[in-house]
C-alpha cells in the first residue's frame, strides 16, 4: 500500500470531524449555514438525522395520542392537555414546512429549477408536509366538524415517508439483482445488505416489546384493566403479529446462513437457538390461549407475555458479554457461593441452638432460621425474626460484618471482570482494524464492518471514532514510516523524535543479538562506516571482548 493511500485513510477520521466545519466555512449566506448545519444530507456531523428522528418520534406521539383520545374515561380529564400538545405539534410541524420552503433554494433537487420554492411546495414531501398542518388551520376558516379534524390529523403519519422512502431505495439498491429470500434476511438479520431500514424494522420490534409488556403490567391492574381492556387485547394482537411475522421471516430466509444452509435441518437448527426460542415463547401464549381456552383455564399464560422483554436483551451486546463473565469466572463464583453457603448453613445452625427456646414459634427449626441467616448475612435485615437472647444479638452482629464481605465478593468480581471484557472487546476490536488495514481494506466509521462491529460493542460514535484513530496512528508509526520521505518526516518533530527512538531501539537490539566475531566485524564496519559510526556501533553492543578487539 502506498504512503499516499496510508495518509488518506490516517487522515479519513480526522476530516470527518471537521466536514461540518469546512462546509460552514465555505457558506457565503446565512441561508447555506442554515441549511448545512440542519438538513444537509451530504454533510458528517451535522443535525441532519437528529431532525429526521425528533420529527419521526413526535408524529409517532400524535398517533399515540390520537388512540389515547378514543378512551372518553382518559381523554375528558385531560381535553386540555390533548389541545396542548396537538397545538405543539402544529407549531413544530410548521415551523418544519416553511424551514424547509425558505431553504429549498439550496437543495440540490430544487435548487436547478426555475423556481426552487415553487418546485418544492408542489414535490410530494412538502404536499405530506402542509397536509399535516392544514387541517389545524382549515378550522379556523371553515366549519370542520372536530371529529372529522381528529381523523385528518392521521394524515400526519404521511410524514414518515420522507424517512421510509429514502431508506427503502436504499435497500432496494442494496439489494439489486439478489432473490426475496435474501432480501427478507437482509431485512431481519444483521448483513451489510440491510442499511437504514433494518435498523428501524429492529427498532419497531423492540419499541412493541416495550409497549406490549408495559401493556401486560397495566393490565394486572383492576382499574385499569376495566376501562382499557379492548385497549389491551388490540395491543397484544399487534404485537403478536409483528413478533409472528419476524420469527417466520427469519425462519424462511435463515437458510441463507451458512451456518443453516440446509433448507430443512438448517431451519430447525436455527429454530433451537436460544434467541429463537425467545421468539417462540414471545408469541406461544397468545395461539395456546386463542385455540385451547374452551379446554383450560390458560388465563395464568398471560403472564408469560413479560419474556417479551428478553427480546430486546438479544439486541444487546451486554447480555453477551455477561455471559462470558460467569462462564469465565465460574471456578472463582463457585468458590464464593460455596463459603456463602457455608456461612448460611452456619448461621442458621447457632440461631437455632441459641434462639429456639426463647422463639420456638420463629426459629421452629434449621431450614426456617436459613431465611434469618439469609437476610442477615446479605444485609437485608427486613426485622421480621430478630434474636432476643444476648448471645443471639452478638452473634447477629458478627454475622452482618462478616456478610457484608462474603456477600460482596460476587458483586465486585462480576463488576471488575465486566469491565475487562469490555476492554478486551476494544482491544479486539483495534487488533481487527489494524490487520484490516495490512490487507488494504478501508478503516473508516460510514464502512459497514466497522459500523457493524461498533454496533455490537455499544460503542458511540466519540468512542469508536477513538480507537479508529488510535489504530490508524498506530499504523502509521509501525508501518509507513519506512517509505516515508525523511523530509516529511523531520517537519513534524513528534513524529520524528518516535521515527528516531524505533529506529535507535531495533538498532540496539541487533547490536546486541549479532553474532559475527569481533575481529570479523571489525573489519567489516572500517570498510562501511566511519570511525564515529563504528564507535557507535561499540558502545551499543556493549561487548568488553569488542572493545578490547578493537583496540
Given at each position: 500500500m502506498s504512503t499516499a493511500s496510508h495518509s488518506s485513510q490516517l487522515n479519513s477520521t480526522q476530516s470527518n470531524s471537521l466536514l461540518l466545519t469546512d462546509a460552514l466555512a465555505r457558506c457565503t449566506t446565512v441561508r447555506q449555514k442554515v441549511y448545512t448545519y440542519l438538513l444537509d444530507p451530504e454533510v458528517e456531523n451535522n443535525k441532519h438525522q437528529q431532525v429526521d428522528g425528533w420529527i419521526s418520534f413526535l408524529i409517532i406521539s400524535n398517533l399515540f395520542a390520537l388512540v389515547v383520545e378514543r378512551i372518553p374515561a382518559i381523554f375528558e380529564p385531560h381535553q386540555q392537555l390533548f389541545h396542548a400538545f396537538d397545538v405543539f405539534s402544529v407549531i413544530v410541524f410548521t415551523i418544519e414546512y416553511l424551514t424547509r420552503l425558505y431553504l429549498a433554494p439550496e437543495d440540490k433537487?430544487?435548487?436547478?429549477?426555475?423556481?426552487?420554492?415553487?418546485?418544492y411546495v408542489f414535490s410530494p414531501f412538502a404536499v405530506i408536509d402542509f397536509l399535516a398542518?392544514?387541517?389545524?388551520?382549515?378550522?379556523?376558516?371553515?366549519?370542520?366538524?372536530?371529529?372529522?379534524?381528529?381523523?385528518?390529523?392521521?394524515?400526519r403519519m404521511l410524514k414518515l415517508f420522507r424517512v421510509l422512502i429514502p431508506a427503502y431505495h436504499e435497500f432496494m439498491e442494496l439489494n439489486a439483482h439478489r432473490t426475496l429470500r435474501q432480501k427478507m434476511y437482509s431485512l431481519v438479520?444483521?448483513?451489510?445488505?440491510?442499511?437504514?431500514?433494518h435498523e428501524m424494522f429492529e427498532s419497531v420490534i423492540a419499541w412493541w416489546v416495550v409497549i406490549s409488556v408495559f401493556a401486560v403490567i397495566l393490565e394486572s391492574v383492576e382499574s385499569i384493566h376495566f376501562v382499557l381492556s379492548t385497549q389491551f387485547i388490540i395491543i397484544d394482537s399487534i404485537a403478536v403479529g409483528l413478533?409472528?411475522?419476524?420469527?417466520?421471516?427469519?425462519?424462511?430466509?435463515?437458510?441463507?446462513?451458512?451456518?443453516?444452509?440446509?433448507?430443512?435441518?438448517?431451519r430447525v437448527k436455527h429454530s433451537l437457538k436460544f434467541s429463537s426460542i425467545i421468539d417462540f415463547l414471545a408469541i406461544l401464549p397468545f395461539f395456546l390461549e386463542l385455540f385451547l381456552h374452551h379446554l383450560f383455564d390458560l388465563r395464568f399464560l398471560r403472564v408469560f407475555r413479560l419474556m417479551r422483554l428478553l427480546k430486546i436483551t438479544k439486541q444487546n451486546n451486554s447480555t453477551a458479554v455477561l455471559k462470558r463473565v460467569f462462564t469465565r469466572e465460574t471456578p472463582i463464583l463457585a468458590a464464593a457461593l460455596f463459603v456463602m453457603m457455608l456461612m448460611v448453613v452456619l448461621a442458621a445452625s447457632l440461631a437455632y441452638l441459641m434462639e429456639h427456646d426463647s422463639q420456638p414459634d420463629k426459629y421452629e427449626n434449621i431450614p426456617s432460621s436459613i431465611y434469618w441467616a439469609v437476610i442477615t448475612l446479605s444485609s437485608v435485615?427486613?426485622?421480621?425474626?430478630?434474636?432476643?437472647?444476648?448471645?443471639?444479638?452478638?452473634?447477629?452482629?458478627?454475622?452482618?460484618?462478616?456478610?457484608?464481605?462474603i456477600f460482596a465478593i460476587p458483586s465486585a468480581l462480576l463488576a471488575s471482570s465486566f469491565a475487562d471484557?469490555?476492554?478486551?472487546?476494544?482491544?479486539?476490536?483495534?487488533?481487527?482494524?489494524?490487520?484490516?488495514?495490512?490487507?488494504?481494506?478501508?478503516?473508516?466509521?460510514?464502512?459497514?464492518?466497522?459500523?457493524?462491529?461498533?454496533?455490537?460493542?455499544?460503542?458511540?460514535?466519540?468512542?469508536?471514532?477513538?480507537?479508529?484513530?488510535k489504530v490508524l496512528y498506530d499504523f502509521k508509526i509501525t508501518e509507513d514510516l519506512v517509505p516515508q520521505p525523511l523530509l516529511e518526516i523531520a517537519n513534524n518533530t513528534d513524529q520524528a523524535l518516535e521515527h528516531f527512538v524505533k529506529k535507535l531501539s531495533r538498532i540496539r537490539q541487533l547490536g546486541i543479538l549479532v553474532q559475527h566475531e569481533p575481529g570479523e566485524t571489525m573489519q567489516r564496519l572500517s570498510a562501511l562506516l566511519s570511525p564515529s559510526e563504528a564507535e557507535l556501533w561499540k558502545m551499543i553492543q556493549g561487548s568488553d571482548q569488542f572493545l578490547n578487539t578493537s583496540t
Open positions: 433537487e430544487f435548487k436547478s429549477k426555475w423556481s426552487a420554492r415553487t418546485a398542518v392544514a387541517p389545524f388551520y382549515f378550522q379556523a376558516f371553515l366549519p370542520v366538524d372536530l371529529r372529522v379534524l381528529r381523523f385528518l390529523r392521521l394524515l438479520f444483521p448483513s451489510e445488505f440491510g442499511g437504514a431500514i413478533f409472528s411475522i419476524e420469527y417466520f421471516l427469519k425462519l424462511y430466509s435463515c437458510v441463507e446462513d451458512p451456518v443453516f444452509k440446509k433448507w430443512f435441518s438448517g435485615g427486613y426485622g421480621d425474626l430478630t434474636p432476643v437472647t444476648p448471645v443471639g444479638r452478638v452473634m447477629t452482629i458478627l454475622m452482618a460484618v462478616i456478610g457484608v464481605g471484557e469490555l476492554h478486551a472487546d476494544k482491544n479486539n476490536l483495534a487488533i481487527a482494524l489494524y490487520h484490516r488495514l495490512k490487507m488494504g481494506l478501508p478503516v473508516d466509521p460510514k464502512d459497514d464492518f466497522v459500523i457493524s462491529e461498533g454496533k455490537r460493542l455499544n460503542l458511540s460514535p466519540e468512542q469508536l471514532k477513538g480507537v479508529i484513530d
